[in-house]
């Protein structure tokens, strides 16, 4: 059950972007999104629902195509502070159970 | 958002042993999960923490092994029982209120020798 990410790893020179895609093969309620820093906790991003409703931060932004099973993660003008490993956790049912993707590190360089 | 607390943050136990991994939070929560993480892993949901029944396990999970109580709305606990090698890992707990998403403790990093 556990959806796939990719890329698996990314660089970015401060100021670029990048796209992160998390596929699933089950069919979603929702996708969420974190950001891990090395030895921290999860920490929340955003969360995409079926239908199209949007929570989350200001400078990020993502999509949810719920007829693919897929949502991207778009994270634009980088800052060194972007740096970190992000997962999309997704959930099947509305009850939060989140199965988490395989992870994309990405590693911002002044 | 929640804040979660964890207890031990770390610890360092020997084979065949328990160890107790508690989770707190400053609100009232609907749902609170236990996940495990290898270092440079993702997260795996071990189980989740109903109030008032026994936890939900995930396939590969099972309660000998992996105890867990939720006496409250606002408190669990996750013991790794008869512990080996194979279960050092970071262990952490997230909760929810049912209106967004889960948040996370800070871990509880657990090595076995």
């Known amino acids: 059950q556990q959806p796939v990410q990719s890329p698996q790893a990314v660089i970015l020179r401060e100021g670029e972007d990048a796209v992160i895609n998390c596929s699933s093969s089950?069919?979603?309620?929702?996708v969420h999104w974190y950001r891990q820093k090395h030895g921290e906790a999860p920490v929340f991003l955003m969360i995409?629902?079926?239908?199209?409703e949007q929570k989350g931060h200001e400078k990020i932004s993502a999509s949810f195509n719920e007829k693919k099973q897929q949502s991207s993660l778009y994270l634009t003008a980088s800052q060194l502070s972007y740096s970190g490993t992000y997962f999309c956790?997704?959930?099947?049912?509305?009850?939060?159970?989140?199965?988490f993707g395989t992870g994309t590190r990405l590693t911002v360089i002044p | 958002s929640a804040v979660i607390s964890q207890k031990p943050s770390r610890d360092i136990c020997q084979r065949g042993t328990s160890l107790t991994i508690q989770c707190q939070v400053d609100?009232?929560?609907?749902?609170m999960f236990w996940y495990r993480q290898q270092p440079g892993q993702s997260l795996t949901l071990i189980a989740t923490?109903?109030?008032?029944?026994?936890?939900?396990?995930e396939s590969g999970f099972v309660i000998d092994k992996f105890p867990i109580s939720r006496p409250n709305l606002t408190f669990s606990t996750l013991t790794v029982s008869n512990m080996s090698p194979e279960d050092s890992s970071i262990y952490l707990c997230?909760?929810?209120?049912?209106?967004?998403?889960?948040?996370f403790g800070p871990g509880t990093r657990l090595t076995v020798l």
């Open positions: 997230s909760a929810d209120r049912r209106t967004d998403t889960q948040y």
């Open positions: 089950k069919a979603l309620y929702s």
């Open positions: 995409l629902l079926k239908g199209g």
């Open positions: 956790g997704t959930d099947q049912t509305g009850a939060n159970n989140l199965f």
């Open positions: 609100s009232q929560v609907t749902m």
């Open positions: 923490a109903n109030q008032g029944s026994e936890a939900t396990y």
